[in-house]
């Protein structure tokens, strides 16, 4: 039986019915058509789903979207809804921190997290802030460094 939920995405409220064992994450991709997160695993230990849930990074493959009522919720299509890339797209750009791409949503929003929380993280505040965050393509070095950049400045 579907229930009727609120959700607020990227500053925009949404209503829908959803199934009340359907994930955000299914909600988000299959429902809104944001599909920057993505299904790593499903089960919590990559990252790839991450979104940022009044102020914290969040899982969205563990979270249940009828749990998220009326939170600020955000994804990577709302980091930069208008304008130029984010100050930490840049970052990861510049730094050479992106190459396939598919952990790169999660990736940011963990960093801007961090960010939010703590302006001028240390490198070792730094990995711990994106430990939840699995990237098969690189060594985490270039990663580390784009948001050590923004740390700086």
């Known amino acids: 039986m579907k229930r009727r939920i609120s ?3 990227n500053e925009e409220f949404w209503e829908i019915e959803v199934e009340p064992h359907r994930t955000l994450l299914e909600v988000l991709r299959e429902e809104l058509g944001l ?6 695993c499903g089960l919590g230990a990559c990252g790839a789903c991450t979104v940022i849930i009044d102020g ?18 955000m994804t990577i299509e709302g980091l ?8 930490i797209q840049l970052a990861f750009v510049n730094q050479g921190a992106i190459q396939c791409g598919f952990c790169t949503p999660g990736m940011i929003l963990s960093a801007k997290a961090l960010l939010d929380r703590k302006p ?6 730094i990995k711990e802030g994106l430990s939840g ?5 690189t060594g985490y070095n270039k990663i580390v460094q784009a948001v050590e950049s923004l740390a700086k400045g």
């Open 7 to 9: 959700l607020h995405v």
């Open 35 to 40: 599909t920057g997160a993505k299904e790593g």
């Open 56 to 73: 914290a990074p969040v899982l969205s493959c563990l979270t249940l979207a009828v749990d998220v009522q009326n939170k600020s919720i």
């Open 80 to 87: 930069a809804k208008v304008g130029p890339p984010h100050p």
């Open 120 to 125: 001028k993280p240390s490198r070792e505040e």
């Open 133 to 137: 965050n699995l990237c098969r393509c």
